[in-house]
């Protein structure tokens, strides 16, 4: 079975501050991994995704990611936080099956 | 990117009636469909993943009766919410993807309000 932690329901920065959010994940399987980002009363837009390739994956508008298997983890960061970054963001996990499993999301405020 | 159009986009209902909700691929063909549901605060619960031809594959917990999926087309996908009540409202999104392996792509939602 496979599922995705997402620590933090709120995280709030400054703009021009770095933005950490964490995702966790738990898997049987070599995973496939992805952050979105939803924006109000919007669909899901990808960020970004891992595909067992590069362990650091670069995105749109900014944001990278990186896989490590030892801490489980796939947290998503930016070095410097926009207004227009904030949105609700989720993770999730898939295997070979295409289905996707979300975490609970986080979502980031920027305040200026 | 390919567009995932989802139509309507809000849509009060009175209780007991049925609503239904399209998700179009404007610009390709999809193979598959999935259909998610949206709990305020909440994460995106899958309900069902429908193949183009073929009947839909219900995700455990969801009344396949209640929430009825149709892919009748490569490019039109439904999900009618038969005789809803207060508790269906919420936020339901579709995607599509070409073939497995690919990308899946998100409509814009459908808020359903029951009444």
């Known amino acids: 079975a496979q599922s995705v932690t997402q620590l933090g329901s709120h995280v709030s920065v400054s703009e021009g501050a770095l933005v950490l959010l964490r995702c966790n994940y738990s898997?049987?399987?070599?995973?496939?991994l992805f952050w979105y980002v939803q924006y109000p009363n919007q669909g899901l837009q990808l960020l970004l995704k891992?595909?067992?390739?590069?362990?650091l994956v670069k995105g749109i508008n900014g944001f990278e990611a990186e896989f490590k298997k030892s801490e489980t983890s796939f947290h998503l960061t930016k070095p410097s936080a926009h207004m227009s970054d904030a949105a609700e963001y989720f993770c999730a996990v898939s295997d070979n099956t295409d289905k996707l499993i979300f975490g609970t999301g986080t979502r980031l405020q920027v305040f200026p | 990117g390919a567009v995932v159009s989802q139509h309507p986009s809000r849509v009060i209902c009175k209780s007991g009636t049925s609503v239904k909700i399209e998700c179009r691929s404007l610009?390709?063909?999809?193979?598959?469909m999935f259909w998610y549901r949206q709990f305020p605060k909440k994460s995106l619960m899958l309900m069902a993943t429908?193949?183009?031809?073929?009947?839909?594959?219900?995700e455990q917990g969801v009344e396949k009766d209640k929430f009825l999926i149709n892919h009748a087309s490569l490019t039109l996908s439904t999900l009618t919410v038969t005789s809803a009540h207060p508790e269906d409202s919420s936020f339901y999104i579709c995607?599509?993807?070409?073939?497995?392996?690919?990308?899946?792509?998100f409509g814009q939602g459908t808020r359903l309000t029951v009444v």
């Open positions: 610009d390709f063909q999809a193979t598959t």
């Open positions: 898997s049987s399987v070599p995973p496939y």
């Open positions: 995607s599509a993807r070409r073939q497995s392996g690919t990308e899946a792509f």
């Open positions: 891992y595909t067992s390739a590069a362990t």
């Open positions: 429908s193949n183009e031809g073929s009947k839909a594959t219900y």
